[in-house]
């Protein structure tokens, strides 16, 4: 439990939103054209990283809208929030 | 085994004042090589460093643990063993589980306490009570016993549930399973560390996995806080951290590990003498030997490995726990925590081989892996020996998220994940 600033509503409580899991996996372009390794891949292989990791979240009783995150899994830190479509501001 | 625990060695040391009793298993330093390495030391890997050293004759095996024997997963989860599953994969497992759970303790020469005291789960509408009336079918033409009550005989059964049809979620009806019940979670990795322990099993703790050493696609051993150790056969039970592991040797899992909680109350006479589980309003209750009430409540919908969890998550558990049981009302709660759990798209684990040789796979328990604790080191000794799964966990492959061939136990199982 943490608060998360949403860049559209500012600080609010974490119990607000939802998490969308992982960021920055790309939907394929060509879907038929994919292989069963590539849509296992796509669907269901996470990093599950334990550390600094990108991540979707959505402010689902706030504005609902969807935006990104850089948060640290082993202390629950936020260090980044932006804007979907938006680069990562750190590494 | 050198120091058998019976009626006579009680009596003996009671004359020492239990003072000489000699220590359950050694704490050796690694050796070099071994033939396996089990990394983890909760339940599950003691027990498959047992099924290995008693069922297939690897006696010169280690098993790895971070913290110590049952800090983890083992010690936190609410003790809860059943095997009401839907589906014929996750039945013959869990079942599995429960056949050895019935003769565990003479077998362990150690109490784990198990107690087939019952498994209520409740329905609280209308297709709650068509899925449990499905899921009883289906358990008995696998061989497990299951029966469904209507209201009354729920009321019958625990009388100090709430039936009031005039509640948020009614109780409409639930099913029992009656072979299922509770076990002592720490005498269970005690005793399987003792057993593996005697038949020359090292079991070292405090001993983090730092890397996983490869030439070509096979492994060759493991980097630690303790060095480094060699060998070509390593078995993950690491739980919430198979992913960590797994990305060690950048293999990608379909693992989340997220914080579960459970807390437990002040201690009470016994109220509550069998476990109660709903689905529909996430609340599971049953009472310890010590008169504690044990609550299990649910995951935070996030990733995360903090091992605490969130208060609205146990606010949300203990308001359904009120509802069906008001008598609870002035209950004092005294303990709270978290444990990581790694949960699977199709909430059932995955007991496999990987495409590195010699590396294998226990993980994806989910919220459920305590009940699955014998079964599932039994399986994973066998893949482990024979390189080859056994029939009961061939379905739970690692390939099955590329095939499709998915056991999906999400809310078809009788607790939601």
Known sequence: ?91 | MKNKYSIFSLIKNAFSYHENWQRAWRDPEPKKEYDAIIIGGGGHGLATAYYLAKKHNMTNIAVVEKGWIGGGNTGRNTTIIRSNYLWDASAGLYDHALKIWEGLSQELNYNVMFSQRGVMNLAHNLQDVRDLKRRTHANRLNGIDAVYLNTEEVKKFCPIINTSPNIRYPVLGGTLQKRAGTARHDAVAWGYARGADAMGVDIIQNCEVKGIKRIGDSVEGIETTKGFIKTKKIGVVAAGHSSVIANMVDLKLPLESKPLQALVSEPVKPIIDTVVMSNAVHAYVSQSDKGELVIGAGTDAYVSYTQRGSHNVVEGTLKAILELYPIFSRMKMLRQWGGIVDICPDASPIISKTHIKGLYFNCGWGTGGFKATPGSGDLFAHTIANDDPHKLNADFNINRFVSGDLVDEHGAAAVAH
């Open chain 1, 1 to 91: 439990m943490f608060l998360i600033n949403c860049p559209y509503c500012g600080e609010r409580d974490q119990s607000e939103f939802s998490a969308g899991g992982e960021a920055h996996i790309v939907r394929p372009k060509q879907p038929t054209e994919l292989s069963d390794d590539q849509w296992a891949e796509f669907l269901f292989m996470r990093k599950n990283i334990k550390g600094v990791q990108f991540e979707r979240w959505n402010h689902a009783h706030g504005c609902r809208k969807w935006f990104n995150m850089v948060r640290d899994t082993s202390n629950d830190k936020i260090h980044a929030v932006y804007k979907m479509g938006e680069k990562p501001p750190i590494k």
